[in-house]
C-alpha cells in the first residue's frame, strides 16, 4: 500500500459475488496520485469487473471503493463518511468519494473517473472534433443554462462553448489528429481511435483515468505512441491512471505500480522489476504449479 498522502484511490477488500461465482475475493489495493498503475492478470482473472466496480457498472458485493480529490488530509475522515452513509464529503477544494455508493453517471460527473473500454465507443459517424466536444457535453448544458442560455445568446455561454473548442482542438494537437479534425472518426486508423478515445476520455478532466486494454490490437508503432501519450498524461496533467494490459511492453515500460490477478485473488503487488520475478506470477502466466517454474521457464527459454 502506498502512503495515504499518495494515494488517490483506495480499494479495499472489494469482493464481487454472481450468484455462486466469485468474480474478485477479498481485493485490496492503492492508486497513487499522479502515478501509472497497471492491473494484468491471464484471462478470466477479474480485471475488467474490478473496472466495473470502480466506476459504476456493477454494485460491488463488498468492500470499499475511496477516491480522493485534493486535500490528503480527508483521508483522515474516511471512516466518519462510511460510518455516516453519504456518498463524499467536500472540504473546501477537496472531496472524499465512496465509489461503491455511486451510480455510474455520478461516479464520472462528480468524482471525476473517466474510462475507455476494450471494445473503442467512439462515434464513428461524427468528426473526430465532435467526438470531444461530446465529452464535455455536461459543462456546455450548465454554462447553457440546460439550452435556455445558449437559446437566447448569452455571453457565458459562447465562452464556455469557446473554451471547449480549444480545448478540444489542443488534445487534437497532442494525438496528431488536427488534419482529422472534420473527418468521420470512423475513418481513422485503429491506432488513431484508440489515441482519440484516450482524449475524448481527457476532455472531461479527470482524476483518474481508467483504461482497459488501450494497446489491444496495436502494432509495436502504435503501441509506442500510446505510451508516449500516457506518459504525457501522467507528467503533464498529473492525473492518476489505472490501466488493464496484456501487452507486456506497455505494462513494464509505462507502470511505476503493477498488481496482479489469478481467478480474483491478487497474487502480487509492486514495481514492475518486482512483479517480473515473483514465481506466483511467472505461474499464473505459464499455467504451471509454483514448484514447476523452473522447468517451464527452462522449456519456454526464459
Same mark, same amino acid.
Given at each position: ?21 466469485? +468474480? ?110 461530446? +465529452? ?44 482529422? +479534425? ?115 521457464? +527452462?522449456?519456454?527459454?526464459?
Amino acid at each position: 500500500m502506498t502512503e495515504l498522502r499518495d494515494t488517490v484511490l483506495r480499494v479495499e477488500h472489494l469482493t464481487m459475488r454472481f450468484g455462486g461465482l466469485v +468474480a474478485v475475493d477479498d481485493l485490496s489495493f492503492d492508486v497513487a496520485r499522479g502515478g501509472i498503475t497497471a492491473l494484468i492478470g491471464p484471462n478470466g482473472a477479474g480485471k475488467t469487473t474490478v473496472f466495473n466496480c470502480i466506476t459504476g457498472f456493477y454494485n460491488a458485493s463488498e468492500g470499499r471503493l475511496a477516491l480522493l480529490h485534493g486535500d490528503p488530509a480527508l483521508w483522515n475522515l474516511l471512516d466518519a463518511l462510511t460510518a455516516g452513509g453519504s456518498r463524499s464529503l467536500r472540504q473546501g477544494n477537496s472531496a472524499l468519494f465512496l465509489l461503491e455508493r455511486m451510480p455510474d453517471y455520478l461516479v464520472t460527473q462528480q468524482a471525476r473517473v473517466a474510462r475507455t473500454f476494450q471494445n473503442i465507443r467512439l462515434f464513428p459517424g461524427m468528426t473526430v472534433l465532435e467526438n470531444l466536444m461530446v +465529452a464535455q457535453h455536461n459543462a456546455l448544458m450548465v454554462a447553457s443554462g440546460f439550452t435556455v442560455l445558449g437559446i437566447l445568446g448569452f455571453p457565458s455561454y459562447a465562452r464556455a462553448e469557446r473554451a471547449a473548442i480549444e480545448k478540444a482542438r489542443s488534445w487534437l494537437d497532442r494525438i496528431g489528429l488536427t488534419a482529422r +479534425a472534420d473527418d468521420p472518426a470512423g475513418d481513422l486508423p485503429y491506432g488513431a481511435q484508440r489515441r482519440l478515445e484516450v482524449a475524448r476520455a481527457m476532455c472531461t478532466d479527470p482524476v483518474l483515468l481508467c483504461l482497459d486494454e488501450p494497446a489491444a490490437g496495436l502494432n509495436p508503432r502504435e503501441s509506442a505512441e500510446l505510451n508516449a501519450l500516457l506518459l504525457d498524461i501522467r507528467n503533464d496533467f498529473g492525473t492518476s491512471i489505472l490501466l488493464i494490459e496484456h501487452d507486456m511492453s506497455v505494462v513494464m515500460e509505462i507502470s511505476d505500480h503493477i498488481v496482479v490477478l489469478d481467478y480474483g485473488v491478487k497474487i502480487a503487488d509492486g514495481t514492475p522489476q518486482e512483479v517480473r520475478n515473483d514465481p506466483a506470477v511467472i505461474a499464473a502466466y505459464l499455467g504451471v504449479q509454483d514448484e514447476e517454474v523452473e522447468k517451464a521457464q +527452462a522449456e519456454v527459454g526464459l
